[in-house]
T-cell receptor, first 112, second 112 residues
């Protein structure tokens, strides 16, 4: 069975500081990996995705993530965060079937 | 291009009642997935519809059922509501390629 573990439930960080949100996954088959962002009272918006090819994936709003197959990780990074990045972030995987599996989420709180 | 829309925005029901939630998929998308997001958790896959047929199902009981219509809009029906059904219900549509899903804003269901 596949699973996604987000290692931090909350990450507080000061504005303009770098941030890393950690995601590990478990799967016996090849995976496709995603990061979504959810702002309060809204649905999910895709930040970036890894399907194949380069392990460094760049997404919207200055975020990037690196797929590490040996570590089974897909950590999300941003070199300098803004107040507006305060939101819930979800890591997710798909094995090419019909089901997307989400992690429990990481609450990013950017402080002034 | 119209995004994914869901109705109603909020809903309050009593235990034992039945509820129908609605989703209009993004133009050109033939696949709709439904997710349940309990407070403080990640979305859990309920089921997926592709061209009016159920394409896969998560670990939800049969009292969760759905439909997809010829215009690819969709309904989620929940019978015999339980208190634990209180959650944000998210609909996501896709074109069946690229694994990218577009989420609606969700319907907040409260069961009392």
């Amino acid at each position: 069975a596949q699973s996604v573990t987000q290692l931090d439930s909350q990450v507080p960080v000061f504005e303009e500081a770098p941030v890393e949100l950690r995601c590990n996954y478990s799967s016996s088959v090849s995976v496709y990996l995603f990061w979504y962002v959810q702002y309060p009272n809204q649905g999910l918006q895709l930040l970036l995705k890894y399907l194949s090819g380069s392990t460094l994936v760049k997404g919207i709003n200055g975020f990037e993530a690196e797929f590490n197959k040996s570590q089974t990780s897909f950590h999300l990074r941003k070199p300098s965060v803004h107040i507006s990045d305060t939101a819930e972030y979800f890591c997710a995987l798909d094995t090419g079937g019909f089901k997307t599996i989400f992690g429990a989420g990481t609450r990013l709180f950017v402080k002034a | 291009e119209t995004g994914v829309t869901q109705s109603p925005t909020h809903l309050i029901k009593t235990r034992g009642q039945q509820v129908t939630l609605r989703c209009s998929s993004q133009s050109g998308h033939n696949t709709v997935s439904w997710y349940q997001q309990a407070l403080g958790q990640g979305p859990q896959f309920i089921f997926q519809y592709y061209r009016e047929e159920e394409n896969g199902r998560g670990n939800f009981p049969p009292r969760f059922s759905g439909l997809q219509f010829p215009n690819y809009s969709s309904e989620l029906n929940v019978n015999a509501l339980e208190l634990d059904d209180s959650a944000l219900y998210l609909c996501a549509s896709s074109d069946g390629t690229g694994y990218e899903q577009y989420f609606g804003p969700g319907t907040r269901l409260t069961v009392t």
